[in-house]
């Protein structure tokens, strides 16, 4: 690796880390004031959250749209879809339980 892909690799890591750090403080202290209505609070939240996610791709896991890397996204995604499933399946079937108890 050579001097200037180190330091862009750098660049990237820190800008990065900035964009993570300001979508983790910036609706944290925004719910700590108390300053938005809940609807919108909660629509505010979500989207910094799926900002923070594609931040989180592209920064540290290295992951574009680029034809390489779009299988790699594509596993994670589904990953990520069977751990949704199998989280609300749970949420279902102990709610169920709860009921008929």
């Known amino acids: 690796m050579n001097d200037l892909d180190y330091r862009r690799e750098l660049r ?3 800008i990065g880390f900035g ?3 300001t979508l983790t403080v910036g609706p944290f202290a925004i719910v700590a004031w108390g300053g938005l209505d809940r609807p919108t609070l909660l629509i505010f939240l979500g ?3 799926l900002v923070q996610i594609t931040v989180h791709f ?3 896991l290295h992951i574009d749209l680029s034809r390489q890397k ?3 996204l594509q596993l ?3 990953s990520v879809l069977l751990l949704i499933i199998m989280a609300i399946g749970t949420i ?3 709610g169920n ?3 008929r108890m």
């Open 58 to 60: 592209r920064f540290f």
């Open 97 to 99: 339980l709860a009921m």
């Open 76 to 78: 994670i995604l589904f």
């Open 47 to 49: 989207a910094c959250a």
């Open 12 to 14: 990237d890591y820190l």
């Open 19 to 21: 964009l993570a750090f």
């Open 92 to 94: 279902w079937i102990m």
């Open 70 to 72: 779009r299988e790699d």
